[in-house]
């Protein structure tokens, strides 16, 4: 594992409301390893600072870095799992009952190539909806599997295009825009829970959602001191509803700053983009539905818009009855909340 730190200015607030200069750092770490768990029992990676700023590389979901190796034998056989995540981080001075915000400074793709599985999740359509064959090519993707199909990621283009067989394709060139996420971000669950790198829920972990991207703000409820922050699972572009049952898998550089905030309460993730506070009702596949995360998505943004914003209960009901948004982050059952910030005061476009 390589490691590197550098000093850098942090604009921080003081305790009379100004703004003082504090010195942050940049901490460059590429490990070797990997956890496929969130948990607050590993040891960790890296200790850092609220305002300080982690460089890092994060390998796909099957263990495959920038370079092409190959980190995971059977990363989907007992005890390994997909979705290998960096970490953790461990955050001085987080605490039980906090924040964790997490700014995403960059979400790069590095390599020309990624992959996904070769069709739709039956379980998205219609009962008795006709299905082609579900296997591609044997070993074209990773030994011993021939449901996975290779995508050509070009980086000066920003484009990413599947690899389709002459029998399976019409002649319309599918080159579609990349837009890279991070499909794994999460703190450790409450003390002595242990989750893997596949579920997600209020602590963050799998969500997969596909705003996750370079530029967005995360905000996560604090469970263990310490915080214990991972990240993983690069996505170069990902439908809504996460139909492959994965993004267009690859690996990532990634930039993220993160900052502890002492007396605010979150009950799920939140994210803050260019345009929008986002609501994350995250669950885990299996066992969720849609209609709960609707329900519980939305009753967060309620207490965003009452509690940050200071609206009435009558100006949020206002609010989410005429412009309200929502996204299917996975067709498993978690649901983003949506509004858009020009409706909203300013003072609660960031938590403080």
């Not at 006709?130 to 591609?136: C, F, P, S």
């Not at 993707?141 to 002459?166: H, M, N, Y």
């Not at 971000?185 to 991207?213: F, H, L, Q």
């Not at 940050?308 to 949020?316: F, S, V």
Request: net charge negative.
């Amino acid at each position: 594992m390589s490691l590197r730190t550098v000093p850098a200015l942090a604009l921080v607030s003081s305790l009379f409301g100004g703004l003082s200069t504090q010195a942050a750092e940049i901490h460059e770490i590429y490990p070797e390893t990997h956890s496929r768990l969130f948990t607050a029992d590993a040891p960790p990676i890296l200790r850092i600072e609220s305002g300080d700023s982690v460089v890092t590389r994060t390998w796909d979901s099957g263990g495959r870095d920038h370079e092409d190796v190959w980190h995971i034998e059977h990363p989907y056989i007992y005890p390994e799992s997909g979705n290998p995540l960096m970490g953790p981080f461990f955050i001085e001075g987080a605490a039980y009952g906090d924040v964790l915000e997490v700014h995403f400074d960059k979400i790069r793709l590095n390599r020309d190539h990624g992959y996904t599985t070769y069709r739709l999740n039956p379980a998205v359509l219609e009962p008795g909806a006709t299905l082609y064959d579900r296997n591609y090519e044997m070993d074209a993707v990773r030994a011993g599997r021939a449901d996975l199909i290779p995508w050509d990621i070009d980086l000066e283009r920003g484009t990413a295009s599947p690899r389709l067989q002459p029998r399976a394709s019409s002649g319309f060139a599918l080159e579609l825009p990349v837009r890279p996420m991070l499909g794994c971000v999460g703190v450790a669950p409450g003390r002595g829970v242990v989750e893997t790198s596949g579920p997600s829920y209020e602590y963050g972990g799998n969500i997969d959602y596909n705003d996750i991207v370079e530029g967005t703000t995360l905000y996560l409820p604090v469970f263990n001191e310490g915080a214990y922050l991972y990240v993983g699972d690069g996505h170069a572009l990902q439908g809504d509803g996460e139909g492959f049952g994965a993004g267009v898998e690859t690996s990532m550089d990634v930039q993220f700053t993160v900052r502890v905030l002492k007396n605010t309460e979150i009950r799920m993730p939140r994210l803050v983009t260019d345009e929008h506070l986002i609501t994350i009702m995250s669950q885990p596949e299996f066992r969720s539905n849609l209609d709960i995360g609707l329900r519980a998505s939305n009753s967060e943004m309620i207490r965003w818009l009452t509690g940050a914003c200071e609206l009435t209960a009558q100006e949020a009901h206002m609010l989410m009855g005429s412009v309200v948004e929502h996204k299917i982050i996975t067709y498993s059952g978690s649901v983003a909340t949506l509004m858009k910030k020009a409706y909203l005061p300013s003072k609660c476009h960031r938590l403080q």
